[in-house]
């Protein structure tokens, strides 16, 4: 079948069969589609312009809001920062103003703290400077005087020796002209007459006498001895006086007499032994003064004549301070004595009242035992009886004459015991 087709152009009507219809319809189709196609994708297009133009001015203004509401918010966040900043700010200050203030007030205190340690320091500083200006002050006062003294000592040991020096030139010139004898003799003069100057004030109640008691066999130079009010003994000394002629060939030495001074010591009871010896002249040992030689006897001394009076006057001394123990010891003996007395007495009556009892308790049992074995013996008897009477009547006047003054007669202890026993009951 055939198809008419008119040209727009020209009119001009042409024969298509079916297929070439359908082909130019096809065209014509798909010509117009695409026109419709293109005309809608030009709307939508356009559409979508104007939605993206709407969107964007939607967008635009929600942005806007958003942004004037952030501007708005970031505003208000500001002026609150700030506000808080502010007032922390203000805080801050405040506390800061306090600190300074605070530290102000303790850099005061540590400065008044500081002003006053370093016035204590300074005081102390100035009370050590004037006390060791005292101390400096009192020690070259001390040295001056010490100084002053040590002079004066040593132009009086100078004087002393210078005088020791002439004296001894003096002796030795002296005794040259002495023979052995009288200078032994002129020493126990010198010294004699030294106590005797001394006597009356120092030692008036004292015995100073050469020993001439040779009983023992030994006796020495001079015995000195005193005694207190109740005839104590203060203190007693044997005294050997010993000198030497410088000429003598055979020199003999200090110790050559200490055996015999202490012999006739102990054999006088004498407390004390003292060698006055003028031997070894030249030993510093025995210059020195008073030498203790008790290492080699007890209670021996050795001194030069110029130490014969103060080596008594030192041995009494010391005597006189244990004066109060030896008295006591004397009492405590006294009393023992009297203890002793006072015990031999009753052991005495006890001796005698036993041997009376003894003896009668004997005789009376030698009565009973007659009178049992015989009647023969009754003479006998009573006269066992009558011994036994006698002898009980012995001891009773014995018990009887036994009375509290015969047994403390001379015995001031047990006297005063039974004294204070009466005064008590």
């Known amino acids: 079948m055939m198809n008419d087709i008119i040209c727009p152009n020209c009119n001009k ?26 005309a809608r994708l030009a709307l939508a297009e356009k559409e979508k312009q104007n ?33 808080d900043l502010a007032e922390k700010l203000s805080e801050k200050e405040t506390v800061l103003t306090k600190l300074k203030a605070h530290i102000q007030q303790i850099e005061i205190q540590k400065a008044l703290d500081v ?84 006597r009356a004030t120092a030692f008036p109640k004292a015995y100073f006498e050469k020993d001439n008691d040779a009983r023992s066999g030994n006796k020495g130079d001079y015995i000195f001895r005193e005694f207190d009010e109740s005839q104590n003994e203060i203190i007693s000394i044997m005294f050997e ?11 003999k030495k200090n110790e050559d007499f200490f055996a015999k001074l202490d012999k006739d010591r102990q054999s006088k009871n004498c407390e004390y032994a003292v060698l006055v010896s003028m031997l070894e002249a030249d030993n510093d040992f025995y210059n020195t003064g008073i030498v203790d030689v008790s290492y080699r006897y007890p209670k021996m001394y050795v001194v030069r004549p110029q130490f014969f009076i103060p080596i008594i006057t030192l041995l ?10 030896k008295a006591e010891l004397n009492l405590v003996r006294n009393q023992n004595i009297d203890i002793t007395n006072f015990e031999e007495k009753i052991n005495d009556f006890k001796a005698g009242f036993a ?28 006269d066992a009886l009558l011994a036994s009477v006698n002898n009980l009547r012995l001891a009773n006047n014995k018990a009887e004459d036994l009375t509290i003054k015969k047994l403390t007669y001379n015995n001031p202890t047990m006297k005063a015991k039974f004294n204070n026993v009466s005064k008590n009951e």
């Open 115 to 198: 002003s006053n340690a370093v016035k204590v320091v300074e005081k102390e500083r100035d009370d050590l400077k004037n006390a060791l200006q005292i101390k400096e002050t009192q020690t070259q006062l001390l040295e001056k005087s010490i100084n002053e003294q040590f002079k004066n000592k040593l132009a009086v040991k100078d004087d002393i020796i210078k005088m020791k020096d002439d004296e001894i030139l003096r002796l030795k010139d002296y005794k040259q002209k002495l023979s052995t004898k009288m200078v032994g003799e002129t020493l126990e003069l010198h010294c004699e007459t030294e106590f005797n100057k001394l």
């Open 51 to 83: 939605a993206v133009a709407l969107t964007e001015a939607n967008l635009r203004n929600e942005l806007q809001q958003q942004l004037t509401k952030k501007d708005n918010e970031l505003l208000q966040l500001k002026a609150k920062a700030a506000s």
């Open 13 to 38: 009507v042409f024969k298509v069969d079916e297929a070439g219809f359908a082909d130019i319809l096809k065209q014509v189709r798909d010509h117009q589609f695409e026109e419709e196609l293109s």
């Open 316 to 325: 009494r001394n010391a005597a006189m301070n244990s004066m109060a123990y």
């Open 355 to 382: 041997r009376n009892y003894d003896l009668a308790s004997r005789q009376f049992k030698t009565a009973i035992d007659e009178i049992d074995k015989t009647m023969n013996h009754l003479q006998k008897t009573k």
């Open 241 to 251: 006086m010993k000198n030497e002629n410088d000429q003598t060939a055979t020199k």
